[in-house]
């Protein structure tokens, strides 16, 4: 009797037919969706205006696009004679546009030129250790305990001695002086105000960041 019953549910439940639970899209980008049954036919549905859904002619395939992000769902059908399946459905995540990359800063274009003609082995690694100099230099700006320009540049002279030989990237280290200069007031003995410690950190970070994109 308990066979009897379960070739019957088994009977009523129709045709299995499986779609992807999710699938990621990029916005106008189209998406292959292939439905997995033994049905022959298979109907595709999706309501949205936002979307296109183009079934392929062999019915067990189609072709989503769409320009909007958001989420979407899809769903397909099938039947074995008058027996329908339940309904398959997919959620296709269409994401934001990826951005373009960031130009590269014309300062790091300029290290990058520089230090491509230095012939240290380790100039990747001076690179890196100038970096982390300007990094802390940021710091420095902000620190109440450097006053002026002078102690600010002297700050910054001791953290490169204690990391970079004095051999390591001249034209690199010549040219963010002659950035530094153009930038910040030549007064070594001039108080540090909020305006020069914000002129300073911004620098510093920018000199920082293009060497970090130099190698």
Known sequence: ???ILLLFVLADAGPAIVLPAEVSARPGRFVLLKAETEGKLV???MASDDADLIPFPDGKTALFVSPTPGKYR????T???????EAAHCVIVVGPAPKPPSPLDPLAAEFRKLAAEDPSPEKIAHLAQLAAVYREAKKYADHPDVRTVAELATRIRTAASSLLPPEALVAVRKRIAEEIARRLPVEGERA?????????AELFDRIATSLENAP
């Open 1 to 3: 009797m308990v066979a």
């Open 43 to 45: 109907r595709w549905v």
């Open 74 to 77: 899809v769903f397909a059908w």
């Open 79 to 85: 039947a074995a004679g008058d027996v329908p399946s």
């Open 192 to 200: 540090l105000d909020e305006a020069t410690r914000k002129t300073a």
